[in-house]
């Protein structure tokens, strides 16, 4: 009788079976649990059923979780629920292994009959992980020069051909005849600069009789400046650049295109792999001074980042400690992906299911970035100035902590009479009723320091006999800053007399008390005068910013008249926000009132209290040490201010202008935990920075206290490694897919159990060492793979090989490739005429863009595609990641919120209607026509040169009649809409 199943959830069930992947075949004997069974569990299992990490509340280390929750029933395997799991039920696929190929019939059978057997398990036998240190996958193993195989045939030229042709023998298959040289033209020009040949290129090279002709041909192609943007278009497709941040806001990156242009120019340089990839992880340290030191780092940032989560959420909030790890994540994985091909993301909740990656390899990783974030930067080209600002910056922030230290200082000495002060006069100018015109008064200009002078003056247009002077404060809600609003910390109040300016209220020594709504007089004046002028040392502080605000200037005669009521104004500048704030304010006799008087003599009173308690704290010294602070910060701001500003880029950053609740850490790295199933609220233990040990020399482990240059230049340095087995295998497999389209190893980011093995393993350790051993020169491994008589063969289909490999794997004959979306968008341009080959620069909107206060909106159907401004490459197209561009999205463009290694490639019918009925193709369309009218006489000759440039031969007899009929019936721009929808045009072959 068949056993109940054990009360475990779905989910659990799911999890547990996930483990069970069987691997020696089944034979009628007796199972041994040590060499049969438990590779299986120790391999499959203990990464998520430990006893540490009892997912689905089941370890599989012992039988004791086994035998008491029922999974087994030792002697029925039918009656197992384990068994049910990996087999499935009802024409049902096996719900285990979760995310994995089902088990082998030979494996499930073993399994069974283990169970049979009485499913014995030796007492006190504990499982542990065996993929942890495993390290016998072939992408682990060291890379070695492979013998080149000895063949003698006149097509295998090259080493590549010698490879491709012996693996072809081995599978009884024949290489394809060389393709015509229209299609070769076309392949490599395609290949190499992203643009189709222009038909004088292709009928010179056609009836170019030197043997030498295509190796020169490649030479011409990889000196052209469009070979970086060609190439550069892929490196972004794998590091996910785009031009927004995504998620739910999505804000604009205005500064992420000078990496993308780094990007291009390093292509374009052959620069050297090793440099390439030590630039974007570590620049800053390992190449200092160096533009592209900094620029390189924007590799780092490129990724999506949550705006919400950063700067709107603190970092000891949950919601903002989830997305500073996903951040980190995204580092990790994308310099993993990137470089190694490893997919180093799998081991974030637990330890890798299939590869030798733990938990507390992917948090050394982590711990790597941990104190950098994503910002715009300043690069100069004279290093010499960034060291200047890196030097101030850093004083500026020792002074701003001074600066506090001093304030909590006073705090302290005041006690709690001092603090009980502050608190009752701010609620009784809280309570004061105020009563105030709509003219609030006169307003300065806004300054970003508050040792800034500012003055205002009053013309009485006349000398006149005065008695005293009133300055009448302003009130303004704005900040609830509320009474005294705007009134100078410091200032000095001088009148002119017979040409020279005297000082009658000198308060510039010290800071002057908020005087709420209070006159401050200056009594005893008793002269003539003609000019008031109020000069502020000292700015109030509204709100990070700073100001001078005056309600009102009275100038009293001995019989009260106030004979600057009217008076003309003048200033060193103003706001100027009638009728709120003018110049004229000041003596247009409105100003803020406060009644009850009562209150108003009480709040004297506690203001009067405070000013003695805190002239008892402020000695002479400290008030001299704080002047002394606030000198060394003016005067460090102001040499921060004449540095040149330098320019900006989006890229990894310790040191960056603080947003909100984002702020740099300095430099200082973050304390990064070993996260229980990735749960930011289960931290364990303090990860240890380090890398993952794929052989002895890589067993390094940093210290923890070193600062972010030193971890990050380890990092650098260990990718590059002459011996590091990953590294140099990735980066030639990916050059060889987009050439053949498909990697030798068709997984281009997982190099790991869970990826494809290589078609032709020793081809890509000899492609691997001779690029590293080279120069590490790219367009050397380019000239190498498109010299090649693999490279150069047809296209046309073998009945007899396809038979054995209908897959093309083995190379017998050229894959037909469809162009990509910006080629096929590049090549309208090109053929129109229109295209605009002005490289580098901000990149160009393909959509209107319409800002709001939460986020803005990209509307592609409010664009102009006629606008000359677009009509640019396409790799220089403004790229949102919330909303993407349709027509380029429909053409199958890279998803740049993630990595792309390789595009999707489909023939669907809204690409036919988005070629054919876009307002983009419509308005080309005419364009090409308006070419073809220009530069050709009659319709025949017209229609006959379109077909040139749009595909680079010459029309049949058929085709010319055909499509000259058309032309005719439906006019010319029709036509060359026709000519934009064939698949000659978007397929290279």
Same mark, same amino acid.
């Given at each position: ?393 850093? $004083? &500026? !922030? %020792? @002074?701003?902590? #001074?600066?506090? /230290? +001093?304030?909590?200082? *006073?705090?302290?000495?005041?006690? =709690? $009479? &001092? !603090? %009980? @002060?502050?608190? #009752?006069?701010? /609620? +009784?100018?809280?309570? *004061?009723?105020?009563?105030?015109? =709509? ?551």
């Amino acid at each position: 009788m068949k056993r109940t199943r054990p009360s475990q959830s779905p989910h659990a069930r799911r999890l547990l079976a996930f483990s069970l992947a069987v691997f020696s075949a089944c034979e009628a004997r007796a199972v041994d649990f040590v060499t049969d069974i438990a590779p299986i569990f120790a391999q499959h299992c203990i990464g998520c059923h430990s006893p540490g990490n009892r997912e689905g509340d089941i370890s599989l280390a012992t039988i004791a979780d086994l035998a008491a929750n029922e999974y087994v029933t030792a002697g029925d395997a039918a009656g197992s629920y384990l068994i049910e799991l990996v087999t499935g039920t009802d024409g049902e696929p096996p719900a285990m292994p979760k995310d994995a190929k089902p088990l082998a019939e030979s494996e499930v059978a073993l399994l069974k009959q283990w169970v049979d057997q009485g499913a014995k398990w030796p007492q006190g036998l504990t499982l542990q992980e065996s993929n942890v240190d495993n390290f016998d996958w072939w992408s682990y193993q060291p890379l070695i020069r492979p013998p080149v195989p000895q063949i003698s045939h006149f097509w295998a030229k090259s080493t590549i051909d010698k490879f491709i042709l012996s693996e072809l023998n081995q599978k009884g298959l024949t290489p394809s005849e060389p393709t015509d040289r229209r299609t070769l033209i076309r392949r490599v020009t395609y290949d190499l600069i992203g643009l189709p040949p222009t038909p004088e290129q292709v009928d010179r090279f056609v009836h170019d009789k030197d043997p030498q002709a295509f190796e020169k041909l490649v030479d011409r192609l990889l000196q052209s400046k469009h070979y970086g943007e060609r190439w550069g278009r892929h490196w972004l497709d794998i590091v996910k650049y785009a031009d927004t941040h995504g998620y739910d806001k999505d804000k604009l990156r205005s500064n992420a295109w000078p990496y993308r242009d780094y990007v291009i120019r390093s292509f374009n340089d052959d620069k050297p792999y090793s440099q390439f990839v030590q630039e974007q992880i570590a620049g800053d340290v390992l190449f200092p001074g160096q533009p592209d030191g900094i620029l390189g780092l924007g590799f780092i940032a490129a990724g999506p980042w949550d705006h919400i989560g950063h700067v709107e959420v603190p970092e000891t909030k949950l919601d903002g400690k989830v997305a500073r790890n996903l951040d980190r994540d995204d580092m990790v994985s994308n310099t993993l992906n990137t470089f190694c091909s490893v997919t180093i993301q799998c081991a974030r909740c637990h330890n890798h299911k299939f590869d030798p990656i733990t938990q507390e390899h992917y948090y050394g990783l982590q711990s790597l970035f941990a104190a950098i974030d994503r910002a715009d930067r300043t690069y100069d080209l004279d290093p010499e100035i960034d060291q200047q600002r890196i030097e101030l910056d850093t $004083r &500026l !922030a %020792e @002074l701003r902590k #001074q600066e506090k /230290e +001093s304030a909590e200082e *006073i705090t302290e000495l005041g006690g =709690p $009479r &001092l !603090a %009980e @002060l502050k608190k #009752q006069i701010a /609620e +009784s100018l809280a309570k *004061i009723k105020v009563v105030k015109e =709509p003219q609030f008064g006169y307003h300065t200009g806004i300054a970003k320091q508050q040792d800034v002078e500012k003055w205002v003056e009053v013309d009485l247009g006349k000398g006149l006999e005065v008695s005293k002077i009133v300055l009448r404060p302003c009130h303004d809600d704005f900040g609830s800053i509320g009474a005294g609003f705007g009134f100078p910390v410091r200032f000095r109040v001088e009148v002119l007399l017979d040409g020279d300016w005297k000082t009658v209220l000198d308060q510039t020594e010290s800071d002057f008390p908020n005087p709420g709504l209070s006159a401050v007089k200056i009594a005893d004046v008793d002269q003539t005068i003609r000019n008031v002028r109020i000069t502020a040392t000292r700015l109030a502080d509204r709100k990070g910013v700073f100001i001078m605000a005056l309600a009102e200037l009275q100038v009293l005669q001995a019989d009260g008249t106030n004979v600057a009521l009217g008076a003309k104004v003048a200033s060193g500048d103003s706001i100027e926000a009638p009728v709120r704030w003018a110049r004229q304010n000041l003596t247009d006799g409105f100003w803020a009132q406060g009644g009850d008087p009562q209150r108003q003599q009480q709040l004297a009173a506690e203001i009067n209290e405070r000013d003695e308690i805190m002239a008892s704290i402020l000695t002479p010294e400290r008030s001299q040490r704080d002047d002394q602070i606030r000198k060394e910060i003016k005067d460090t701001q102001d040499r921060l201010s004449k540095l040149p500003k330098g320019k900006m880029v989006y890229a990894a950053a310790t040191n960056f202008q603080a947003q909100g609740n984002f702020k740099p850490t300095k430099g200082k790295p973050r304390v990064i935990h070993v996260l229980h199933r990735g749960n930011i609220q289960q931290p364990g233990d303090p990860s240890i920075p380090g890398v993952v040990p794929l052989h002895e020399s890589d067993k390094f482990q940093l210290d923890a206290g070193l600062k972010d240059d030193q971890r990050r230049a380890a990092l650098a340095r260990w990718l590059t490694g002459r011996d590091h087995p990953l590294v140099w295998r990735s980066i030639v497999n990916r050059i060889w897919q987009y050439h053949f389209g498909r990697g030798i190893v068709e997984t281009p980011n997982d190099f790991g159990r869970m990826g494809a093995k290589p078609t032709h393993p020793e081809l890509l350790d000899w492609l691997a060492v001779e690029f590293r051993d080279s120069g590490e020169s790219m367009k050397s491994l380019h000239r190498l793979i498109v010299t090649s008589n693999v490279y150069q063969q047809s296209s046309q289909h073998i009945t007899a090989n396809a038979e054995i490999d209908a897959g093309n794997q083995y190379l017998w004959r050229a894959n037909r490739r469809r162009l990509e979306a910006e080629e096929i968008r590049d090549s309208i341009l090109a053929v129109s005429g229109a295209l605009d080959l002005k490289m580098g620069g901000p990149g160009f909107y393909l959509f209107a863009l319409e800002k709001t206060t939460h986020s803005p909106h990209y509307e592609y159907h409010k664009f102009d595609p006629n606008d000359p401004a677009s009509h640019r490459r396409s790799i220089y197209r403004f790229i949102v990641r919330s909303q993407p561009d349709p027509w380029m999205t429909t053409l199958d463009c890279a998803d740049s919120s993630q990595s792309t290694p390789r595009r999707n490639e489909t023939l669907t019918s809204l690409q036919a209607l988005s070629l054919l009925n876009s307002t983009f193709n419509l308005e080309l369309a005419r364009l090409f026509a308006s070419r073809i009218e220009q530069e050709a006489g009659d319709l025949e000759t017209q229609v006959q040169h379109a077909v040139q440039l749009a595909l680079q031969r010459p029309a049949s007899e058929t085709e010319q009649a055909e499509l000259v009929d058309y032309a005719r019936s439906h006019g010319l721009p029709n036509l060359c809409r026709v000519l934009f929808n064939l698949s000659e045009f978007v397929f290279s072959d």
